[in-house]
C-alpha cells in the first residue's frame, strides 16, 4: 500500500477565487456588526481612455478660448 497522502480534487478558477476571496476577508479586521469593506478596483482601461479623450477636448477648447481673447 502506497504511504503518499490521496491527491485533491481538481477545482475550477471560480471555486479557487472564491476561496481566495474567503480567505482575504477572514483577515481583514471586521469592526462590530459591519461586514468588511470590499476590495476597491482601479478605474478600467475604457474609463481612463473616454477621460483623456473628454480631458484633451477640455483643453483644446480651453487653449482656443484663451488665444482668441489674446489676440482680439
Known amino acids: 500500500m502506497s504511504q503518499q497522502p490521496p491527491e485533491e480534487p481538481a477545482r475550477d478558477?471560480?471555486?479557487r477565487?472564491?476561496?481566495a476571496r474567503d480567505e482575504r476577508s477572514a483577515?481583514?479586521?471586521?469592526r462590530?456588526?459591519?461586514?468588511?469593506p470590499a476590495e476597491k478596483e482601479g478605474p478600467s482601461?475604457?474609463?481612463i481612455i473616454l477621460w483623456v479623450i473628454?480631458?484633451?477636448i477640455a483643453l483644446?477648447?480651453?487653449?482656443?478660448g484663451?488665444?482668441?481673447?489674446?489676440?482680439?
Open 66 to 72: 484663451v488665444y482668441g481673447i489674446l489676440v482680439t
Open 54 to 56: 473628454v480631458g484633451g
Open 60 to 64: 483644446y477648447l480651453i487653449g482656443s
Open 13 to 15: 478558477d471560480a471555486a
Open 17 to 19: 477565487d472564491e476561496l
Open 32 to 36: 462590530g456588526d459591519e461586514s468588511a
Open 45 to 47: 482601461t475604457n474609463r
Open 27 to 30: 483577515e481583514e479586521p471586521k
